[in-house]
């Protein structure tokens, strides 16, 4: 068998470049939810996220997220994906739609917004209209689709196992 050790919180890997990825939330209806996003980006070196609605972050969940993770607030969200898009981000909607691609057959621009949607009305149909490419996760069972923070934890692997140095 293998001589494996454990070894707790081992220092973060570094960044040749600081990710040029930024995540957008729709409103959420559960705090839990965007403070699990918070931590998520703040692992993948994502220091930026933008929100609408009541957002509040809960600290005993989002633990080091907020030191690392400036979250910028807003009222509503499309105004600023589109200043985003003027500024040559590609909106890229975390969704199952129409036309959306397999998160897995999906090539991410490395200067890109992962927006996500409401926990159960998804992206609405403003913001579907705004967005460049839509991905979806792929499900093979019940219930139909992850949790917003699951999913958007998801992908945010699959864009930095695709720039893993940044």
Do not use: W
Request: net charge positive; with cysteine.
């Amino acid at each position: 068998m293998g001589s494996f050790q454990h070894q707790r919180h081992q220092p973060p890997r570094s960044l040749v470049q600081p990710r040029e990825l930024i995540v957008a939330c729709c409103p959420l209806r559960s705090n839990v939810n965007l403070s699990r996003i918070v931590r998520a980006c703040g692992c993948c070196g994502v220091t930026h996220l933008v929100c609408s609605g009541n957002a509040k972050l809960l600290d005993k969940i989002a633990r080091d997220g907020p030191q690392n993770v400036r979250l910028e607030r807003h009222r509503t969200l499309a105004p600023v994906l589109r200043q985003l898009r003027q500024t040559a981000y590609r909106l890229v909607g975390l969704e199952q739609a129409s036309g959306s691609v397999d998160l897995y057959d999906y090539h991410f621009p490395r200067r890109a917004v992962l927006v996500v949607g409401n926990e159960r009305s998804g992206l609405g149909a403003e913001i579907l209209q705004l967005l460049d490419d839509v991905v979806e996760i792929p499900v093979y069972g019940l219930p139909f689709s992850h949790n917003v923070a699951t999913a958007t934890a998801i992908a945010l692997y699959e864009y930095c196992r695709q720039f893993p140095d940044g």
